[in-house]
């Protein structure tokens, strides 16, 4: 099971995935009609599978012009060398957000989930602050942001 591959996101994923325990109060939400179909976006979201697993999906949900939400599950049964693919095929995804012009990203991560807090880090993310009641359950989470240099700022510095 040590071997990932990626393909493009189903929204029939989220039926055979057993989240990691600081995500599953939003599993019931998840599995609402139509909810996996929202989270489809071509070039954007994917999915992780190992043998026949899926062991993660993820992608970037655009919210308006220049902004968009990242979005990532994980299956408890994810191997742990995983990881590191796994976390470059996120910065790849990011860097086409920003190539495409989605210049803030934004996510939030469970209030008190130290390794999701850590992984924003290494992906670029910045914390904003904390949103209290955030998800269906009630739980606090931290806001985050990766902010992409302005483009006209950046040439008028050069």
Same mark, same amino acid.
């Given at each position: 099971?040590? *071997? !990932?591959?990626?393909?493009?996101?189903?929204?029939?994923?989220?039926?055979?995935? +057993?989240?990691?325990?600081?995500?599953?109060?939003?599993?019931?939400?998840?599995?609402?009609?139509?909810?996996?179909?929202?989270?489809?976006?071509?070039?954007?979201?994917?999915? %992780?599978?190992?043998?026949? $697993?899926?062991?993660?999906? %993820?992608?970037?949900?655009? =919210?308006?012009?220049?902004? %968009?939400? #990242?979005?990532?599950?994980?299956?408890?049964?994810?191997?742990?060398?995983?990881?590191?693919? !796994?976390?470059?095929?996120?910065?790849?995804?990011? =860097?086409?957000?920003? *190539?495409?012009?989605?210049?803030? !990203?934004?996510?939030?991560?469970?209030?008190?989930?130290?390794?999701?807090?850590?992984?924003?880090?290494? $992906?670029?993310?910045?914390?904003?602050?904390? %949103?209290?009641?955030? *998800?269906? #359950?009630?739980? +606090?989470?931290?806001?985050?942001?990766?902010? #992409?240099?302005?483009? #006209?700022?950046?040439?008028?510095?050069?």
């Amino acid at each position: 099971m040590n *071997d !990932i591959r990626f393909r493009p996101f189903q929204a029939h994923d989220l039926d055979y995935m +057993d989240l990691q325990q600081a995500q599953r109060s939003v599993q019931r939400w998840l599995s609402r009609e139509g909810y996996g179909e929202y989270l489809e976006e071509p070039e954007l979201s994917w999915s %992780a599978v190992a043998g026949d $697993l899926v062991v993660g999906c %993820a992608g970037i949900k655009p =919210q308006w012009q220049g902004r %968009a939400v #990242a979005w990532s599950l994980i299956d408890r049964r994810m191997p742990r060398s995983a990881w590191v693919k !796994i976390t470059r095929e996120v910065q790849r995804i990011l =860097q086409l957000a920003h *190539d495409m012009g989605y210049r803030r !990203i934004e996510a939030t991560v469970l209030a008190g989930h130290g390794e999701g807090c850590r992984w924003m880090d290494v $992906l670029g993310f910045k914390v904003e602050g904390k %949103a209290t009641a955030y *998800d269906p #359950a009630g739980n +606090d989470h931290y806001l985050y942001a990766r902010v #992409a240099p302005c483009p #006209a700022l950046s040439e008028e510095a050069a």
